[in-house]
Every structure is written in structure tokens, then in C-alpha cells.
């Protein structure tokens, strides 16, 4: 590849902080809010103009793996519910869990506001920084519409889903599965006005989306388990049925063209259900900010979550997250689905270590982008389990900048009890 050779430039010092957390999704509020209540001054950065991440700028809805589980992910489903924001699935309780986006993100800015977090908004983290021998991270490089300034902190999280950070400060990772490196389809969320369509099964809405294709003689789209997710605004809904296969979200070609092919299946659904009777009247008012990714980075750490963890319902000492969600591998290939070759698991622990990087010093990661295999992260990666594990790096980051340790070296058996007494960790 052909290459420039940059000027060396002076990088303004725009923060510094005990705590940096890169990215605002469901991860790096937990991350901020813990670090920040624990007394670490904390900032936070975040590419797009509100918190939340898939939350928010991705349409995703339900909130799934909160029932056993206290902390933030409580807190957080507590306020909606007083704003009536949260609703229960009406068809199967417990199941569809939804919250209303506008006042999620309203949520989000007031909580950590009030703990104090030092958030930057429209700030794209492009760069670690690195002391010493290269190995011991020390801050984020940021570019923003005031330019480029480097975040300096004792402790990074990395937040971003992607493992973006660890991955400029050279940590480990891995991608996809093993055998050829492929990873989930990516989905495009979109939003639905006067949508009154309740779901009753995986194949309800396939069979009348099936059946609108039949009398116009066009095709449905591949995916043969699409979700219509009502919100609890009557006649708000967010559609899961766009995926993209094949690509690489870490490649900004790939996840360009994936963002543009999303777009015009999106369009194409909803030009079908005008043709659903049941879906007649609903109109497609947006589709997400940002594409639905999967899965991309896993990033290495000092335990890797494995598909037998989640078999045995392995529990460790330093256990800081309860997972119960199941392996949810969306097919590789269009077409292909066949969900009762899904393993059965156990309810099973993601130890602290798992969020430790190795190679890296004064790293943490926390949401999808931590230490497990292809398999095992289908499963630990939904929202609610993502909150608890940023929670849980929060608190070990504000100790480390506390007591100046590294996160290798925090007690991570003290770090679950601190967990269970403060009633996060429940069980
Ligand atoms: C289509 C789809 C449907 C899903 N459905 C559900 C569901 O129904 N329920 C559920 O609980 N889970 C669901 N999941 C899983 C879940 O949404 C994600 O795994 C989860 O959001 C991961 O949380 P996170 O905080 O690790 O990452 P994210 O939610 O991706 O948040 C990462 C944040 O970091 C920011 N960021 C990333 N890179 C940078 C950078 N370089 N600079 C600055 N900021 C950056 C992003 O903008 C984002 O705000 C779904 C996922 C997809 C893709």
C-alpha cells in the first residue's frame, strides 16, 4: 500500500482524568457511572452526538439478561419505568423487555452528569497512547471538530464494542470463528410509525411477510427470524430482520457498502408490509444512526470465555457478571437457520480476568469486546450483561487509580464481594 509520512506534530493535552472510558454504549455508562460514584474523576468519549450506543444510535430493543442482575442495569430500568419509558412483553412477560430511545438517551446524560462524568460528545478516539516500552497504555488520541487532543488517564476501559483501542495499543485479539475468521451478520435497525403488530412467534411475521411475496412475485429477505419489537409508545416499534453477510465492520469499505445494501433491503421491507395487512398502516420513519455490529474484536485477555464455561454454568471466585442468555450465532450465509442445533447452557459467571488484556498494562475492556470465543461471545454480548461488565470495570479502574495499581493486579475475589454488597452482583 502506497504511504505518506506525517509531520511530527505537538498533541494538545485536552483531559486528564483517573478513568477514561472509550465509548458511551450500554458498557461504557456502566463503566463511567462506576468509576465516577466510586471517586475517580472519569471521562468519557464517544464517537456519536448521544450515550447509549446500540441503545440509541442502533435501534436495539429489548434490553435482554437484566432479570438477574442489580447495579445500574436496575437503576437504569427503575427510572424509565417511573417515566414510562420500560414496558413488559405483552405477548410472553419477561421476554420482550423494551424501553422508549428519547428518554433512555435523556436518562443517560442526566445520570452521568450528575455523577459527575466529563462526557465528550462527537469525539472519535483514533489512537492509544503508549508509555514506557509500548506496553502500558496512558491515554486516547481524539479527533473532534476542535481538532486532535490526546485524553490522558491512569486507567483506559475500552468501551467501543469493537476493541478499537486495544487494538491501536497492540493488545491481542481475534475475530470470527476460527476455521476462516467469519463473523455474525451485521443487522441495520429501522423504526416504525403506527405499528399496532404483535409478534407471536419467530415465523409469524415470516409467514405473512412469506405471503405478501407470493401475490406480488418479489422475494423476502433471507433472514428467516424476523422480530417486529413494539416500544412502550403505543405504535413505536423498531424492526430486527436487515442483515448484511460477510462482512468486516472494522473495515471502513466493507462497512460502508454493508450500511448502503442495509439501507435498500430497509426499504424494501417496509414497501412489503404495506402489503402485510396487519402491517398495512405502519410506515418506516428511521433507520439507525449506526449499522447493528455484531461481533467484530474479541480481545484477548487473561481468561478467555469459552463454549464449555457456558455448558458446565461455570462459576469463578472472581465472578463480576451472571450471563443466562443463550448462544444467539445468527446464520454466516443467507437463508441458513436452524436454531435446535443452538447448545444448551447453563447460567455461567464472566470472570473479572476476561476483561483484563494481556500484554497491555492499565487496560480494561468491558461489552462485547472482551476476552471469550466466538461461540461464548453470542451469548454474554447483550445489553444488560454488557452494563454489569462495565460496571464492574468502573469500580476496578477507580481502585487501580486509587491504590496506583495496574487492573492485573486488583483482587478481582474482593471485586465480586465489594460486587455483592453493594447488591449488583446477585447471585
Ligand atoms: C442488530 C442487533 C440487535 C441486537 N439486539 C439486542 C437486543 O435485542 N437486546 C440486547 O440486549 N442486545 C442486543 N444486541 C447486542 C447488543 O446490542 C450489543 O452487543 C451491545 O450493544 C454491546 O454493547 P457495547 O457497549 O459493548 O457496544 P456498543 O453498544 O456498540 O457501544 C459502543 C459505543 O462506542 C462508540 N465507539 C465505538 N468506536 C468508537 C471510536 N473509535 N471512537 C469513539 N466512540 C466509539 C460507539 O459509537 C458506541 O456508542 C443486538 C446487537 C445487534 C447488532
Avoid at 455490529?293 to 484477548?300: D, F, G, I, L, N
Wanted: with cysteine; aromatic share 6%.
Amino acid at each position: 500500500m502506497k504511504t505518506i509520512t506525517e509531520p511530527v506534530k505537538q498533541t494538545p493535552v485536552i483531559a486528564e482524568a483517573d478513568v477514561v472510558v472509550a465509548g458511551g454504549g450500554p458498557a461504557g455508562v456502566g463503566a463511567a457511572l462506576s468509576a465516577a460514584r466510586a471517586g475517580a474523576k472519569t471521562v468519557l468519549v464517544e464517537r456519536y452526538g448521544s450515550l447509549g450506543g446500540l441503545w440509541t444510535t442502533g435501534l436495539v430493543n429489548p434490553l435482554f439478561d437484566h432479570a438477574n442482575k442489580g447495579g445500574i442495569i436496575r437503576e437504569l430500568i427503575g427510572k424509565l419505568a417511573e417515566r414510562q419509558a420500560w414496558r413488559d412483553d405483552p405477548v410472553r412477560p419477561g421476554f420482550l423487555t423494551c424501553f422508549d430511545i428519547e428518554p433512555m438517551k435523556l436518562l443517560l446524560d442526566e445520570l452521568l452528569e450528575a455523577a459527575g462524568v466529563d462526557v465528550l460528545l462527537h469525539s472519535w478516539i483514533a489512537d492509544a497512547v503508549l508509555g514506557g516500552d509500548g506496553s502500558e497504555i496512558r491515554g486516547i488520541v481524539v479527533e473532534s471538530k476542535s481538532g486532535h487532543g490526546a485524553v490522558l488517564a491512569k486507567v483506559v476501559i475500552d468501551c467501543t464494542g469493537d476493541g478499537d483501542v486495544a487494538a491501536r495499543a497492540g493488545a491481542p485479539f481475534e475475530k470470527g470463528r476460527p476455521e476462516d475468521g467469519l463473523m455474525q451478520p451485521q443487522t441495520l435497525m429501522f423504526r416504525l410509525s403506527n405499528c399496532r403488530f404483535l409478534q407471536q412467534g419467530p415465523d409469524h411475521l415470516y409467514g405473512l411477510m412469506q405471503e405478501a411475496a407470493r401475490q406480488l412475485g418479489t422475494e423476502v429477505p433471507p433472514f428467516t427470524h424476523p422480530w417486529i419489537i413494539p416500544l412502550p409508545t403505543p405504535g413505536d416499534a423498531v424492526a430486527q430482520l436487515v442483515h448484511v453477510y460477510g462482512m468486516d465492520a472494522t473495515d471502513a469499505r466493507q462497512l460502508s457498502e454493508a450500511c448502503r445494501a442495509a439501507r435498500r433491503e430497509a426499504m424494501q421491507v417496509a414497501e412489503l408490509f404495506r402489503h402485510v395487512p396487519e402491517l398495512s398502516e405502519a410506515r418506516l420513519v428511521s433507520t439507525a444512526e449506526q449499522l447493528g455490529v455484531r461481533e467484530t474484536r474479541r480481545v484477548m485477555g487473561e481468561y478467555v470465555v469459552s463454549l464449555d464455561d457456558l455448558l458446565e454454568g461455570r462459576r469463578h471466585d472472581d465472578g463480576i457478571c451472571l450471563v443466562s442468555f443463550p448462544v444467539d450465532i445468527h446464520p454466516l450465509f443467507p437463508g441458513e437457520d436452524d436454531r435446535s442445533k443452538r447448545p444448551r447452557i447453563q447460567p455461567y459467571h464472566v470472570p473479572y480476568r476476561s476483561l483484563v488484556p494481556r500484554q497491555i498494562d492499565q487496560l480494561l475492556t468491558a461489552g462485547r469486546c472482551i476476552s471469550g470465543t466466538h461461540e461464548a461471545h453470542a451469548s454474554y454480548r447483550v445489553t444488560g450483561n454488557c452494563t454489569a461488565m462495565g460496571e464492574a470495570a468502573g469500580l476496578a479502574a477507580a481502585w487501580c487509580a486509587a491504590e496506583g495499581i495496574a487492573p492485573r493486579q486488583v483482587d478481582g475475589t474482593a471485586l465480586r464481594r465489594e460486587l455483592q454488597a453493594r447488591g449488583t452482583v446477585v447471585d
